[in-house]
T-cell receptor, first 112, second 110 residues
Framework: DTGVSQDPRHKITKRGQNVTFRCDPI?????LYWYRQTLGQGPEFLTYFQNEAQLEKSRLLSDRFSAERPKGSFSTLEIQRTEQGDSAMYLC??????????FGSGTRLTVV | DAKTTQPPSMDCAEGRAANLPCNHSTISGNEYVYWYRQIHSQGPQYIIHGLKNNETNEMASLIITEDRKSSTLILPHATLRDTAVYYCIVSQGGSEKLVFGKGMKLTVNP
């Protein structure tokens, strides 16, 4: 296991398009988190899953955002009708029962 | 909101110890102190965490004051690769998510 994998690393999309990101956590980790990070700021929490259940969603996660974790393994984060303000680094992390997080390298989204 | 206060930046000479301070005056009894760092263009990396006692691992040492209102992360022999943004976070752990502040930029100079 090589850690948390995120795909793609970079995504450029036109405003109004839909995008989907994928995260593959460490296989034995039951918790999976999504964060968003803009330039000069720390990561901001978006949502987290314990196994396949989505247990918490931030107010930052508008109706255009949806996350899934079918079967408690990989997760997807979809953004519909992207806006320029969605441009950011989207980070995924996993942990075992809330222990230290292992983060992926992130997906950098640029909305033009 | 983040419950910790860190200086925005710090410089350290290569090979010297880097002592990174963090204030968390409102920490509650069941909250841990976590440290992460983020090297440019990468995801944050877990360093160490502690509750009351000082902790040491292969990366760093964590010194927590007796009243638990502040802590210091010590990198014993800083290298250029330790240049990063360091985040001090307090959290109950378990089901509670980590809340990141802006962190502190450590620059290790040759």
């Amino acid at each position: 296991d090589t850690g948390v994998s995120q795909d793609p690393r970079h995504k450029i999309t036109k405003r109004g398009q839909n995008v989907t990101f994928r995260c593959d956590p460490i296989s034995e980790h039951n918790r999976l988190y999504w964060y968003r990070q803009t330039l000069g700021q720390g990561p901001e929490f978006l949502t987290y899953f314990q196994n396949e259940a989505q247990l918490e969603k931030s107010r930052l996660l508008s109706d255009r955002f949806s996350a899934e974790r079918p079967k408690g393994s990989f997760s997807t984060l979809e953004i519909q009708r992207t806006e320029q303000g969605d441009s950011a680094m989207y980070l995924c992390a996993s942990s075992l029962d809330g222990g230290g997080y292992t983060f992926g390298s992130g997906t950098r989204l640029t909305v033009v | 909101d983040a419950k910790t206060t860190q200086p925005p930046s710090m410089d350290c000479a290569e090979g010297r110890a880097a002592n990174l301070p963090c204030n968390h005056s409102t920490i509650s009894g069941n909250e841990y102190v976590y440290w992460y760092r983020q090297i440019h263009s990468q995801g944050p990396q877990y360093i160490i965490h502690g509750l009351k006692n000082n902790e040491t691992n292969e990366m760093a040492s964590l010194i927590i004051t007796e009243d638990r209102k502040s802590s210091t992360l010590i990198l014993p022999h800083a290298t250029l690769r330790d240049t990063a943004v360091y985040y001090c976070i307090v959290s109950q752990g378990g089901s509670e998510k980590l809340v990141f502040g802006k962190g502190m930029k450590l620059t290790v100079n040759p």
